[in-house]
Each structure stands twice: as structure tokens, then as C-alpha cells.
């Protein structure tokens, strides 16, 4: 493994060593990421709901995309027997048996491209509707707190006109859609462009990179010098993944900060305490969405952690920004 100098900057202090995974370099250059890394808010309740929305929406809208449009038995209602039988009745009135089994073949094989088609004109209008709130979700937020953040981006959707089926996506060329329809040129599909997001922003959300900028920043607003989410070399040899370094030379500090998205408990507190030991860094703390709801639990978790210089900030989200710097500075 390929060692690079790796310190936070303006360092006074003496060198960390390690790297940075690919993934996060190319996540943190994309620039949707930078400008929620930049906005100052991650830490807020309001940004958080609108970013986990959006995955939870792009989700949906990635199944409606991918999923396969055939029918199946839940497709095939009463009413639509029905309707057939009654069709069947009318068009084998003094046919022989085996006209009869042809026309109900032919009756149902009709009846399930019209079921099919039905489907994913639905599948479409649900599409439509979620990239709809989507955008409409991110417009008022960017009304609310006067912000000019992007975050979507949008990609094409070509339908078949017959079939609706979605014939391509991002990019259209002609061929034939699966109804058996030709499509040369893209004014004979119908169209839709879709707000989603980026691959780079899902990871930013789901891997909760947002937490750890957004405990960086707060570090580096008070004026540390911050690194975020790095491997680095600890004296024993072994790599650590850090969340958030944070070094201040004229406070005589060197902070390693972990970030937790759930409740913690006894075992990130030793494993910090480690971490600290193995890199010097003599302050840790520990950010974590949650609450530890047992009190005795809760009790022995802060007790382990200030008997080994290690603050904890719990329910980092319910704080507000001012607070945090308060908890952070004392
Ligand atoms: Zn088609």
C-alpha cells in the first residue's frame, strides 16, 4: 500500500500517514456533494428529512424503472374474466369446440397486453409524480432557507407510445420496443425528463458521509484544522478509518471524532479509546444521531467514555448549531 502524507492543514504537529478510498474522493469532488458539504446545514433536522426523502424516493423511482412490466395472477381481477367470458359467449354463438379454444386463447392473450399496458401507463404516472414531489420538495427548501443548492439531476425516459413501455433510458436509438413496434426517431416516443439523484449523492446519503462533513465543518468553524474521513497509520502499523480529524496547536488539541448514525454503546467508546491511543490523538468524540434509551446503559457509556477523555454528543440532530459549538469548545 501506497502511503501519502496525509495531515490536516496548517498542521504544527507531527505527520499522519495513510490514504483516502477512491470511492469518497470521487463522491466528495461531485459537485451536488460539495454543495451540501458547503451549505453549512447537514447537521440540521430539515436537511437531513429532505436527503433521506430523496433516497427513498430516487429508490422507488430506480424499482418503477427496472421492474419488469408482465402481468402476473394479482394482475388478472374478476371484472377482467368476466369481460372475457362475455366476449367468448358472444363471438363462439354456433362455433365448433375447436374454434371455440382458439378464440379464448386469442381472447386472453389480447386481454393481457391490454392489462399490461394499463400497468405501466400507471407505472409511468407514478414515476412522473414522485420525480414531481422530488423537485418540488427541493424548491421549497431552497425557498425556506434562501439556499442555492441543486442536489437532482435528471435523466430521460423514451416510452413506446403503443405499449408504454419504457424503451430507453438517458440516451435514445432506434430499434424495436418489445411490443414489436419500430421507434427510428425520438419524436415518435413520448417523453419524460426525471429528477433523481446522482449515484455520488445516494452514497454521500446512505453511507453517512453527511454526518461526518457535517461535524467537520462544525470543528473547522471553531477554527481546527480538520481532515475527513481518512485511513491512518497508527504507531502499531494498523490502519484506522477516521471519521473527522481535528487539530488545534494554540488549544493543544489533536481530536479524533466518530461518527455514529444510531445508538452507541459501550463498544465504540473502546473503540475509540484504542484508536486514540494507536494514532495519539489525546481528546475523542463520539457524534451519534441517537439516544441511548436503557439509563443504566447510558450511565455506563458516559462514565466509560469521561474516564477516558472521550466526549460524547448524542442526538446530534436535535441540537442547534450554536449549541454544538458550546459542546464542542468546552
Ligand atoms: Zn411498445
Known amino acids: ?32 456533494v460539495k454543495e451540501l458539504i458547503d451549505c453549512g446545514l447537514l447537521l440540521t433536522k430539515e436537511l437531513n428529512t429532505l436527503l433521506l426523502g430523496f433516497l427513498i424516493k430516487n429508490r422507488r423511482i430506480q424499482e418503477l424503472i427496472t421492474a419488469p412490466t408482465t402481468i402476473n395472477d394479482k394482475d388478472w381481477s374478476e371484472k377482467d374474466t368476466t369481460e372475457v367470458i362475455k366476449i367468448y359467449d358472444e363471438q363462439t354463438i354456433g362455433k365448433s369446440k375447436d374454434e371455440g379454444k382458439k378464440i379464448l386463447t386469442h381472447l386472453i392473450d389480447n386481454h393481457q397486453k391490454k392489462i399490461a399496458s394499463e400497468k405501466r401507463k400507471k407505472r409511468k404516472v407514478e414515476i412522473k409524480s414522485i420525480s414531481d414531489d422530488l423537485e418540488d420538495e427541493l424548491s421549497n427548501f431552497r425557498t425556506l432557507k434562501n439556499l442555492n443548492i441543486s442536489t437532482l439531476i435528471h435523466t430521460n425516459l423514451y416510452y413506446c407510445p403503443d405499449c408504454a413501455e419504457i424503451f430507453r433510458k438517458d440516451t435514445f436509438y432506434s430499434g424495436k420496443c418489445y411490443c414489436g413496434k419500430q421507434l427510428s426517431r425520438v419524436s415518435e ?78 463498544s465504540d467508546v473502546f473503540k475509540l479509546y484504542g484508536q486514540m491511543a494507536d494514532t495519539g490523538c489525546n481528546i475523542g468524540f463520539i457524534f451519534s444521531t ?26 446530534i440532530l436535535e441540537n442547534t448549531s450554536e449549541r454544538l459549538n458550546e459542546l464542542i469548545l468546552n
Open 290 to 315: 441517537g439516544v441511548v434509551q436503557d439509563p443504566q446503559k447510558s450511565r455506563q457509556v458516559f462514565r466509560l467514555a469521561s474516564s477516558k477523555n472521550i466526549r460524547i454528543i448524542d442526538g
Open 189 to 266: 416516443t413520448n417523453q419524460d425528463s426525471i429528477a433523481c439523484i446522482s449515484d455520488d449523492v445516494e452514497i454521500f446519503v446512505k453511507n453517512n458521509m453527511w454526518l461526518e462533513h457535517g461535524v467537520e465543518r462544525q470543528f473547522s468553524i471553531n477554527g481546527y484544522n480538520t481532515a475527513c474521513g481518512v485511513n491512518i497509520m497508527g504507531s502499531s502499523g494498523v490502519s484506522h478509518e477516521v471519521d473527522v480529524l481535528a487539530e488545534s496547536a494554540s488549544k493543544n488539541k489533536r481530536i479524533i471524532g466518530e461518527c455514529k448514525n444510531r445508538e452507541i454503546d459501550i
Open 1 to 32: 500500500m501506497k502511503l501519502n502524507l496525509l495531515n490536516p492543514r496548517g498542521k504544527r504537529w507531527p505527520d499522519f500517514y495513510g490514504d483516502r478510498s477512491s470511492i469518497r474522493n470521487r463522491v466528495e469532488s461531485n459537485p451536488a
